[in-house]
């Protein structure tokens, strides 16, 4: 076997491990955070999911989704939702303004007593700090996905030294290694092969996942969307969009 097929192995062992981590560690706050977005919906309330850089990848991920809730929206930050900014180090740049999370949500759709996801592997730079701080500040509640590493290994960016694991009402620790490279090799300088993207993606799913048995538990049918490549999905699909129109922001 050559070097490249061993390293590819490593990478998905290092991948698996870190997921069985989450799954054994973690099991008792993904089951509060799905408890808590299956509350918001049967109270009436909407869920948004924030993330910044690759960040916004495992929110992305939850929404328009199938298999997924109907009812997971995203918030956009302009300038930061993924690397299709020029040049891609804007981004990085905005996520240290201070300012902008209470920009965009005081033009947001939110309101209290909805739930905001904040996807952050660092969760030392500004604006997931300030989007965590602000959306408690208006009532919403706030579910923080980071890495507590960083927090325990870097400096904070935001004026208050604080980190986005401080301002949640539910920490779920995704386990990332501080620099977010699984693999080392003789010969390369840096390390590589990030793993946060898999593992922070099935922490969601995860917690959408209990969301919607938590739904079902209670006698409610969850707002779930099917394949819209499989018989039947577009009606089903269109079925629960109308039921649900006034909190599935992606449509407007």
Known sequence: MGESNRLAGQ?????????????????ERIGAAGTLIADTVEAGGRVFAFGAGHSSLPAQDTVYRAGGLALMNLLAVPGVVGVDVRPATLGSALERVDGLAGAVLDTSPLEAG????????????????????????????????????????????????????????????????VGDAELTLPGIEAPFAPASTVVTSAVM???VATAAGVLADRGIDPPLLRSGNVDGGHDWNGRVMREYADRIHYLQ
């Open 205 to 207: 799913q995860a917690v």
């Open 11 to 27: 990478y998905f062992d290092a991948a698996i491990d870190l997921l069985r981590r989450v799954r054994d560690e973690e099991d």
């Open 114 to 177: 909805d739930v905001l996801i904040v996807i952050s592997l660092s969760g030392r730079n500004s604006l997931p700090v300030e989007m965590a701080m602000n959306a408690r500040a208006l009532g919403l509640k706030v579910i923080g996905l980071t890495s507590v590493a960083y927090a325990q290994e870097t400096k904070s960016r935001h004026v208050s030294g604080t980190y986005l694991r401080d301002h949640c009402d539910i920490v779920l620790d995704s386990k990332i290694p």
